[in-house]
Every structure is written in C-alpha cells, then in structure tokens.
C-alpha cells in the first residue's frame, strides 16, 4: 500500500530553479524519515537532504547546502524539495525514499530506506 510518486523534474538552465514533488501514500509523515537522494550518470547514489518524523532536517549534503530545502505538506502527504541555483552538477534522477517506524536515519545512498520512489530526472544544461 506504501506508495511515493515523484514529480517536477525536467530541464533547467544553469541558475534556475525547479521544484520536486513526492507524494505519498499508505503511509504517515509523522512516523516515517525521510529523504531525497540522486544519481548521476557513472555515479554512485548519494543523500542529498533527509528530514526526521517531524520534519527537522537531519541531513543536507555539502554540495547543495543553500540551495536546497525541503518541505512537507502533512495534509496532502507529499513532500517537496526546492532546488534554487542549480548547477549542471546536479543532473541526476532524484528519487524521495521513507523509513517507517524511526525519527531520523542515515543519509546516505547505502542505506536501506524501507520505500523508494521511482525517481523524477533533472538535467541542468544550457
């Protein structure tokens, strides 16, 4: 029944914005971590900004601290991830994933989240 749909990615100019969409079901935001990750073409999938049950960042990697944030909109289940200033560093295909039954886990690529989305592709070029 758990189910996370990614939308909103596309194609972006260097220094633009974009702003993706996970929405969940089968699930509440309040007993379940979570976190957007991506993977970039040749690369090894990496945490990108994880919040706790409560919503409390937790998590957001070096390389796109200031320009991402994230959000939750608890009534319609879905949490976002605001991407200002992007580079062409990070085109990747973005997925959001949820550890139930936890406040807070380990961001990072390897980590075994309970649920994964499918994943929503952003490529930065001119």
């Known amino acids: 029944q758990v189910q996370l749909v990614e939308s909103g990615g596309g194609l972006v100019q260097p220094g633009g914005s974009l702003r993706l969409s996970c929405l969940g079901s089968?699930?509440?935001?309040?007993?379940?971590?979570i976190g957007w990750f991506r993977q970039a073409p040749g690369k090894e999938r990496e945490g990108v900004y994880c919040?706790?049950?409560?919503?409390?960042?937790?998590y957001n990697a070096d390389s796109v601290k200031g320009r991402f944030t994230v959000s939750r909109d608890n009534a319609k289940n879905t949490v976002y991830l605001q991407m200002n200033s992007l580079k062409p560093e990070d085109t990747a295909v973005y997925y959001c994933?949820?550890?139930?039954?936890?406040?807070?886990?380990?961001?990072?690529?390897?980590?075994?989240?309970?649920?994964w989305g499918k994943g929503t592709l952003v490529t930065v070029s001119s």
């Open positions: 089968g699930f509440s935001l309040d007993y379940a971590a």
């Open positions: 994933a949820v550890k139930r039954g936890v406040q807070t886990m380990p961001c990072r690529g390897s980590y075994p989240m309970d649920y």
């Open positions: 919040i706790s049950n409560s919503g409390d960042t937790t």
